[in-house]
């Protein structure tokens, strides 16, 4: 009898997101949903309000988080140095925005629309430019 039951497989795998986080989210949605329905506005201020809450909540979240990551891996540096190097290689990624820029004037520009103008003009001299 005990080779015909399927056995139920235990997941490997660990939760993605944080019990805490993933109620905040479905908080905001449930609120987001209700501000679309309300049409007075003392109600869609309240709603608002709530839904500044919950975001300022679910960042300090990920703050906390990743503060407990950096305490967990300088505390392994003696023990797993893997694990740190691991750390610092994914933290050292950064991403390097575009700033103002300046446009024929002299002026400087960091409105995103006015700065893809910029580079329109920028690429077209480029592209006249070569044969």
Known sequence: MQG???????SKNKRLILRDRHILMSNRGLYK????RSPQPNTKAKIQ????????????????????????AVNNIKD??????????K???NISAVGPLENVEGDLKSDPVEMVNILKVQYKCLQCAQP
């Open 33 to 36: 949903n209700k501000l679309t």
């Open 80 to 89: 797993n140095s893997k694990f740190f190097f691991a750390y610092t290689n």
């Open 49 to 72: 309000e709530a839904i500044l809450e919950i975001e300022y909540k679910l960042l300090k979240s990920h703050e906390e988080q990743r503060k407990k990551e950096e305490v967990l």
């Open 91 to 93: 933290k050292c990624k």
């Open 4 to 10: 015909t039951c399927a056995i139920k497989s235990i």
